[in-house]
């Protein structure tokens, strides 16, 4: 076996070695380990010493029988620095950044590494072990190499205190392969591509940054039971949190009444010759070992009641239980003590209207209370000063809804809403209120005409304008196209005689465009339209979607009736609409017959 084989070898049995012991160590140590507040981040800085573990070739040093490459078996280098940056994820865990750097006699190796690191947190002891990968650089005198490396390892830090600590020991099994190939020939496979396995030691400072400030220890009382009569005990019971289970917790008691005795964490409080009232336990816990954060203390209330004293009871009833508004209600209290004491009933009160009393009766007055329940309050106090209330309720009926007149009902029925449509990109901005073709005009004329009527019955009703436009257009030249189609709608109903002040606009862009589904149903419960006419409509559904939604919807406040949608199919004007054109229908050409012609008879 090589020389280079047997220190392999024996770097590998090594390296084993230490990983197995350490880990031994920390699954004893992880058993007692105690709950701590770890930093969120460390930074190690120290000594790095390292033997490479392998051989490389060397220009100028070769067999003069062969000319092959004689190994040259790479000197431990004890110059060297090590740094490695964590961030704690976990307690426990971190992830790890790590660099090394070795030099001597014209060589220097630099690791930079990255992986997992798994620490064991005790009082004053942290161990770790790592497991990296990364990038070896070795600089020979054939140049700078990179190539993959691995570090396993780990070490121990002593605590020094919340800011730094100090490693007492690092050791790690370094790996690395680089390669040669360019300057040694193939039939030396060995030194083509090296791969080193060696070792590194480390020692120095861990600085700590950040990390949760350190749980203070609490307790907490409960009294066992709340309430008892004078003569009774009570048992207070403690349960403490976040103190070092190791230590030994010295626990006092005091109580604002009673005699209290306690033992650990429970006390019993003897309520004997004490009057009634409300009492408190506390208890303090102490850990006399501890430095910092070391005592918590609780409170427990108690009450101890005297011979009962009953409060006073008390009902309410009110007459009438419902009424108009502007109308009164007697309000009468039935008052009692279960002790025979003496009450009077005082202190009335009421949520709407007004309410005066006298004794356990009471007026409530409704002038001007809106509909809904009024709730009257009364209060019954003994001359212990021991009180009680009771409530009733009286309900104000809403006046009853005015009556609408036949002939307004006419009027609504009548006033059959449909929607006004337009051609594509009309009304223009040079004339914002135009675009409407004939038979959208008259639609316009026949609801202004039935509104004037129905206006003179309702003063206060609206019609509300919602222009729309399809989506083709950018989306402020659609809002502008809606915008001037109201307006257009707006326009002709006010030169109708349908008052501006009772017309309101809503321009939509192509926001709430009616979807293929809906446009399809429009068509298909279409009762202007022939089956026929229905299927010849649905096969140019897209132009039929555009044009249906080329609209202006509109709603009558007043009942909330909303324009029926459907596209009119029927108008002579419908083409113009949907996107075509309107073509005159030429007369028929008159045919004459032509006279038969008789042959001359030669």
Known sequence: MSRICRLRNSWIVSSGLILILLTSTLSV??????????????????????????????????????????????????????????????????????????????????TYSVG?????????????????????????????????????????????????????????????????AQFVPTDQPDLRRVRLDGARLRTGIVFNFGGAPAVPPTASCSAQPTEVMVGEPVTINATVNNFNPKHTITYTWASTGGKITGKDNTATVDTNNIAGGNYTATLRATDARAKNNNEASCTANFTVKEPPKNPPTMSCTANPTSLQAGGTATVTCDCKSPDNVEVNVATWTASAGSISGSGNTGTLTTAGAPPGPITVTAACTDKRGLNTNATTQVTIEAPPAPQVSPEVQRLEQRLALHSVYFPTAQPTAANAKGGLLKSQQQTLTDLASDFQKYVQAKPDAHL?????????????????????????????????????ANIDTKALGDQHNLTPDEVKASV?????????????????????????????????????????????????????????????KKPAAKTTKKKPTTKKKP
């Open 524 to 584: 298909e419960t279409n009762p202007d339209l022939t089956p026929g006419e229905r299927a010849r409509i649905l096969k140019n559904s897209r132009t039929i979607i555009l044009a249906s939604n080329r609209r202006v919807d509109i709603t009558l406040s007043t009942t909330g009736q909303t324009s029926v949608r459907q596209f009119p199919f029927n108008a002579a004007d419908s083409l113009s609409l949907i996107g075509g054109r309107e073509v005159a």
């Open 116 to 180: 997992p690191r798994v620490t064991w947190r005790t009082e004053g002891l942290n161990m770790f072990i790592h497991s990296l990968v990364g990038v070896s650089q070795l600089n020979s005198p054939f140049g700078g190499r990179h190539g993959f490396g691995a570090i396993l390892g780990g070490g121990i830090d002593l605590t020094v205190n919340k800011y730094f600590n100090i490693r007492l020991f690092e050791a790690d099994y370094q790996v690395a392969r680089q390669n040669f």
């Open 464 to 500: 509300i304008l919602e222009g729309h436009a399809d989506p083709r257009g950018g989306q402020e030249y659609n809002q502008k196209l809606s915008e001037r189609r109201v307006e257009s709608v707006k326009s002709f109903l006010v030169a109708h005689g349908v008052p501006e």
């Open 29 to 110: 140590v992880a058993s007692g380990q105690e709950q701590t507040n770890p930093p969120k981040a460390d930074l190690f800085a120290g000594y790095q010493w390292l033997d490479p573990g392998g051989s490389i070739p060397q220009p100028g040093n070769t067999d003069p029988s062969t000319g092959q490459f004689l190994p040259n078996r790479l000197p431990s280098m004890p110059q060297g620095f090590g740094l490695a940056f964590a961030y704690n994820f976990h307690p426990n865990v971190a992830l790890e950044g790590d660099y090394g750097g070795n030099w001597k006699s014209g060589f220097n190796i630099n």
